[in-house]
């Protein structure tokens, strides 16, 4: 809104916001045009200009639109907050800079947040054509702002003031405002040392005159051990709250521990604040409570509520310390701010019902969620006493369980893996049973839409030790062939029916930091991303073939192992009907426009990724379910076993293991556990292998001889003549060992064995 002496320097003098707006514009768009008429005049009254060698003209640099130019920080502010309004950033530019020549003082600054709001000054430091003079304004403002509230000698003279005549106390409040938030803990310590209930209603009332600002400090004071402290943050949260603000005040009104007073107060605020009159307390009731009570909690689980982080990536939260009784600020993340007050809610709630297993593992996953959030996934969730896993574990097998078909039927693939972490100590086999028709939590995780909760119920399942194959037991082996299936860097699979036009993507996906794989149609795509565990992005144009977009998107979201993975459609119109429809009902689909250029691609594509609820596996990480992978299928080959699972899907993934040296071992092991044709062959070719160490070779081979005598020879013709050539070229003693062994394991001819006795060497006697 435009101030009243800025509009007088323009000419606008109204009594109506609305009336004088439609003026400002219409004088601005009278004087516009004169300014252009009174331009065009001047220019046909000038002689034609005389030749040559003189440079061209420079244009007139457009006049501004005020009738009196400004001097005064707060009117150069104006005038400033006017351009941009107005679409002029040159003149805002020129008015910013005599602004920061002026070198404002904090009470000027201070007046111009107040004036303008805080909002005012990020949205110009965002502006390209204000920088970098507008982020230094930003930066002035609020380093005044910081040392207005550390002021607490000017705070204090201003609370002082509060009790002075009515001009007086206006003044003081207007002051205390411009300092938000942040003066409310001085003014909380005030509220402390007060005795007198007329001073007390005096600061209460004047906290309610500060706005919406101090509802995060006042609901910090809701912990303090100090009942009168409590009900005043009570009164003054029912006076500038909100019916979001409600839910943290339902527990108050409600327990029966708290003092009258307090529950009074919380009461009030509640009915004011839901039922929009505080004189309807009596229609309050506990089953209202826990309902507002559960939903909130449910809804920070979900990853709701979550406040806007600053440049830093952190939020001011607020809480009280009982040690200096006061209430404090602080940056955290916005996630654990969030975590943390769903978790304080689900307690409260079960406080209220501390016997239903519903809410108990409420509370399990939210504390859960909130420690596995704040760990790297490269990392074990913490131990210890008071940790969220030593918490879960003392919950109980039963309550954990919960919290883990609530986490899958919720969606919050986060809450899943943390359960399953700690379902690792507590499962058994008989969480394998399905129950009432549907399938128990630990094999439904199984065919979850993400690669860490897939990954994870796999490994509590294997660590079960099934006796009998089970309900989804085929897809453990499954799950673990997949993380083989990997490569440091993350892998695309695109598809399109125009090879120039896919060839092209494919390089600028290469540029943007993955492996980019060319599929020839959308059923081929399908299949690329299905076969592998490194695949995080699927990228499909609209006119995709041999499947339709629909049909290859359908297939993909239908499959467990491809259900989770982003899915990018490229097309060339602006908006395709179809595709919308699709992507309003999948939060993992984008539609971008073909992108010409790198930055073209990652200006549409980089925002979708960064803002997937799940942050995709990393190369560490994927390195780290491998050699998990490779063990845990080791643990299936041995013995009974590999009659409970079949180990067939893995061969493949483990023969490619065998090339990592720090798997290669595992990998030898457990390929040596299949029965089939195709394994014994894998170890023939990798115990022949040149390239491989001497020790992996030596391993393959005594493998395959192990092989050879349990399941008999397997191997064709051609690779046997190959294993015995090779063992003539061996130089290495201890490879060419294994493979004697593995030739005695065939059951040679007598005339072959003939022939090598009579060539063994005999030393002279000793």
């Known amino acids: 809104m435009v101030s009243d002496s800025l509009a007088t320097r323009i000419g606008l003098q109204s009594t109506s916001h609305g009336v004088g707006r439609r003026v400002m514009w219409c004088v601005l768009l009278c004087m516009g045009l004169c300014a252009f008429a009174s331009t065009a005049a001047t220019a046909q009254a000038q002689p034609a200009a005389q030749p040559a060698a003189q440079p061209a003209p420079q244009p007139a640099a457009k006049p501004s639109p005020l009738l009196s130019e400004p001097t005064t920080a707060d009117a150069l502010f104006d005038a400033v907050v006017l351009m941009v309004d107005l679409a002029r950033p040159e003149l805002a530019r020129v008015y910013l800079q005599k602004l920061l020549a002026l070198n404002p003082d904090d009470a000027a600054l201070l007046a111009m947040r107040d004036k303008h709001g805080p909002a005012v000054f990020l949205r110009m430091a965002n502006l390209e054509s204000l920088q970098p003079g507008s982020v230094t304004l930003l930066d002035r403002m609020n380093a005044s702002f910081a040392r207005f509230a ?258 899958l039927q919720s969606g919050n693939a986060t809450a899943a893996v943390a359960a399953l972490e700690v379902m690792r100590s507590l499962a058994n086999r008989h969480d394998l049973q399905s129950r009432g028709g549907s399938p128990a939590p630990l094999t439904g995780a199984l065919n979850y839409p993400d690669p860490r909760v897939q990954f994870a119920a796999a490994m509590v399942i294997v660590e079960t030790d099934p006796p009998k194959p089970f309900r989804g037991s085929s897809r453990i082996v499954e799950v673990l062939s997949r993380a083989l299936m990997s490569t440091d860097t993350p892998r695309a699979v695109l598809a399109g029916p125009k090879p120039d036009q896919v060839n092209a993507l494919a390089g600028l996906i290469g540029q943007s930091g993955y492996e980019a794989e060319i599929a020839s149609s959308g059923r081929d795509a399908f299949r690329a991303a299905a076969g592998r565990g490194d695949v995080q992005l699927v990228v499909l144009d609209a006119n995709v073939v041999r499947w339709s977009l629909s049909a290859t998107v359908a297939n993909l979201r239908a499959d467990a192992r491809t259900a989770g993975i982003p899915i990018a459609v490229v097309g060339d119109p602006m908006r395709i009907a179809s595709v919308e429809r699709m992507k309003s009902r999948d939060s993992l689909m984008v539609y971008i426009q073909r992108p010409a250029t790198l930055k073209g691609l990652q200006g549409q594509l980089g925002p979708f990724i960064s803002g997937l609820s799940t942050e995709p596996l990393s190369a560490v990480e994927r390195g780290d379910l491998s050699r998990v992978a490779v063990d845990l299928l080791g643990f299936l080959a041995d013995g009974r076993r590999a009659t409970v699972f079949d180990l067939r899907p893995a061969e493949a993934g483990l023969h490619s293991a065998i090339q990592v040296p720090e798997l290669a071992d595992g990998a030898i092991y457990a390929i040596a556990g299949i029965a089939t044709t195709t394994a014994q062959d894998r170890l023939a070719t990798t115990a022949l292998q040149p390239g491989l160490a001497e020790g992996t070779r030596e391993r393959a081979a005594a493998q395959l001889a192990f092989h050879i005598q349990k399941h008999g020879v397997l191997l064709a013709g051609m690779r046997v003549q190959q294993l015995q050539r090779g063992y003539a070229d061996e130089t290495s003693p201890t490879v060419k060992t294994s493979l004697a062994a593995v030739l005695g394991a065939l059951g040679p001819n007598s005339a072959s064995v003939g022939q090598r006795l009579r060539a063994v060497p005999l030393r002279a006697p000793r």
């Open 150 to 407: 550390a002021d607490t000698a000017r705070i204090d003279r201003l609370i002082g003031e509060l009790g002075g005549p009515p001009s007086v106390r206006d003044a003081a409040i207007l002051q205390l405002r411009s300092g938000g938030a942040l003066v409310v803990p001085r003014m909380v310590e005030q509220l402390g040392d007060v005795k007198d209930e007329a001073t007390r209603e005096l600061l209460s009332y004047s906290l309610t005159r500060l706005g919406k600002d101090v509802v995060p400090p006042m609901l910090a004071i809701l912990d303090s051990p100090e009942s009168s402290l409590r009900t005043t943050a009570l009164e003054v949260l029912g006076r500038v709250g909100s019916r979001k603000t409600a839910v943290q005040l339902w527990y108050f009104a409600i327990d029966g521990n708290q003092p009258p007073g307090v529950r009074v107060a919380a009461a009030e605020a509640v009915a004011r604040l839901t039922l929009g009159d505080s004189r309807r307390v009596s229609e309050l009731s506990q089953e209202m409570a826990l309902r507002a009570l559960e939903q909130g909690a449910r809804e920070r689980l979900a990853g709701g509520e979550r406040a806007v982080a600053g440049a830093d990536g952190k939020v001011t939260a607020w809480y009280f310390n009982t040690t200096d009784n006061r209430v404090v600020a602080t940056r955290a993340d916005p996630d654990d701010v969030a975590l943390h007050l769903g978790s304080r809610l689900a307690q409260q709630a079960l406080a209220l019902s501390s016997e239903s297993r519903r809410l108990q593992a409420l509370v399990v996953s939210l504390v859960l969620t909130r420690s596995r959030t704040s760990t790297p996934w490269t990392e074990s969730l913490p131990h210890g006493t008071g940790t969220a896993y030593d918490t879960a574990l003392l919950a109980g097998r039963e309550v954990v369980g919960e919290s883990l078909r609530d986490a």
